[in-house]
């Protein structure tokens, strides 16, 4: 996330015409452990929008996109980024405060001069265990009461 805002921070100021955004998740040795510490119940099959999801499987992936400019590029436009929200209020490693999430949250809204009913949000990242399930709430909760756009 830090890299697509870099991304997109270059692009809109004019510092680059094309970014191209790479990142990669490998698990280590001792992270394959973690789930048996977090997570009461090993999920059979990864079904992450299923109501009745059990956890999380471990695995490696990796991701690129190319960030262009508007007006520079001469493919076709996939998708724009409007806003980009980031956030590390130091609480824990992998478990933002919920207060933190919330300002994360407005502050990607205010970005993209956008409200909140105008966004569906997705959340991909957690972990199946009752703490992501909290997190999500409170990023549920900033959705309903960001602020309007913000003109300049």
């Known amino acids: 996330m830090y890299a697509l805002g870099m991304a ?71 998708a724009r980024v409007r806003g980009v929200g980031t956030n590390c209020d130091a609480r824990h490693a992998t478990a933002p405060g919920l207060d933190g999430i919330t300002r994360v949250v407005q502050d990607a809204y205010r970005r993209a001069g956008a409200r909140a009913q105008d966004i569906d949000p997705v959340i991909l990242h957690g972990s199946g265990t009752p703490s992501t399930t909290r997190r999500r709430r409170a990023s549920r909760a900033a959705s309903s009461t960001a602020p309007g756009p913000v003109r300049g």
């Open 8 to 78: 997109t921070g270059m692009t809109g100021l004019g510092l680059a015409d094309t970014v191209v955004v790479a990142g990669t998740d490998a698990a280590t040795e001792s992270g394959f452990g973690t789930p048996d510490r977090v997570q009461n119940d090993i999920p059979e099959a990864l079904r992450p929008f299923d109501a009745t999801h059990k956890g999380m499987l471990m695995g490696e992936g990796t991701a690129a996109v190319v960030v262009q400019r508007a007006g520079t590029g001469n493919g076709p436009v996939r």
